[in-house]
């Protein structure tokens, strides 16, 4: 089950509240857009897979870069504000991420992208596999997920612990999430083929102060993301 399918978590009122949150929010807008983005850095002419593009925000800032970007969603409400934001030309497909990429050709990217997606992902070698075959040889994932570090703080117990757990969101929604420690996430990633290039802990930017002074202070001080640039072999 994706988070896009549990009880209609990031549908409905759920999709609506995160495409517009995402626009502007310090922990999307102002920690993860900024690192993930300069991972992926100068991608003019590239072609890009976005997986699980959500509203559309990370294929609006790589197409104003020049790349051609194709975004891979299971939420139909996200679509729907991904389209509104990109226009009818764009490259989009609705489609469970539990399940392989079938409607895509052996390295036909040159790069994926995979923002704060991993974590609510059960079949995660499945699509680790999917994406090392989309890829080029030499191509790169970039992708974001929480910080081995945040599961422990929000849901305690053993840092070791690996198993499924279910966040809250805003006391509303709650939705799957997988808690696991560093060092299974990067055997998971360095198992399924890929070479680790570069590690980040984001920081906030400076408008996030401007927005919240509290969160940029906390997120200036405990990690809650984790960014990484791999490549295919």
Same mark, same amino acid.
Request: aromatic letters at 10%; charged letters at 25%; hydrophobic letters at 40%.
């Given at each position: 089950?994706?988070?896009?399918?549990?009880?209609?978590?990031?549908?409905?009122?759920?999709?609506?509240?995160?495409?517009?949150?995402?626009?502007?929010?310090?922990?999307?807008?102002?920690?993860?857009?900024?690192?993930?983005?300069?991972?992926?850095?100068?991608?003019?002419?590239?072609?890009?897979?976005?997986?699980?593009?959500?509203?559309?925000?990370?294929?609006?800032?790589?197409?104003?870069?020049?790349?051609?970007?194709?975004?891979?969603?299971?939420?139909?409400?996200?679509?729907?504000?991904?389209?509104?934001?990109?226009?009818?030309?764009?490259?989009?497909?609705?489609?469970?991420?539990?399940?392989?990429?079938?409607?895509?050709?052996?390295?036909?990217?040159?790069?994926?992208?995979?923002?704060?997606?991993?974590?609510?992902?059960?079949?995660?070698?499945?699509?680790?596999? @999917?994406? !090392? *075959?989309?890829? +080029? &040889?030499?191509?790169?994932?970039?992708?974001?997920?929480?910080?081995?570090? $945040?599961?422990?703080?929000?849901?305690?117990?053993?840092?070791?612990?690996?198993?499924?757990?279910?966040?809250?969101?805003?006391?509303?929604?709650?939705?799957?999430?997988?808690?696991?420690?560093?060092?299974?996430?990067?055997?998971?990633?360095?198992?399924?083929?890929?070479?680790? @290039?570069? !590690? *980040?802990?984001? +920081? &906030?930017?400076?408008?996030?102060?401007?927005?919240?002074?509290?969160?940029? $202070?906390?997120?200036?001080?405990?990690?809650?993301?984790?960014?990484?640039?791999?490549?295919?072999?």
């Amino acid at each position: 089950m994706t988070i896009d399918e549990a009880n209609g978590v990031f549908d409905g009122d759920m999709g609506k509240w995160y495409a517009e949150h995402a626009t502007d929010s310090i922990y999307n807008a102002h920690y993860d857009r900024p690192a993930v983005l300069d991972l992926i850095g100068p991608c003019e002419g590239q072609r890009i897979l976005d997986v699980g593009c959500g509203a559309g925000h990370y294929m609006t800032e790589l197409g104003a870069r020049g790349a051609e970007v194709t975004g891979v969603e299971g939420s139909a409400e996200l679509l729907s504000s991904a389209r509104d934001r990109l226009g009818e030309a764009a490259r989009l497909r609705q489609h469970d991420l539990e399940t392989p990429l079938g409607f895509l050709d052996d390295a036909s990217f040159d790069g994926a992208l995979m923002a704060l997606v991993f974590h609510h992902i059960e079949a995660r070698r499945t699509l680790l596999d @999917e994406l !090392l *075959r989309v890829v +080029r &040889p030499g191509g790169w994932l970039v992708m974001s997920t929480f910080h081995p570090t $945040r599961y422990w703080e929000l849901f305690g117990g053993s840092y070791f612990t690996a198993e499924k757990v279910e966040a809250d969101f805003l006391d509303r929604w709650t939705a799957p999430v997988w808690r696991m420690p560093l060092e299974a996430l990067m055997t998971e990633l360095l198992d399924a083929g890929f070479i680790l @290039e570069q !590690l *980040r802990e984001p +920081r &906030p930017t400076p408008r996030a102060a401007e927005i919240s002074e509290r969160h940029f $202070r906390k997120l200036s001080t405990e990690p809650k993301f984790l960014a990484l640039r791999l490549r295919r072999p």
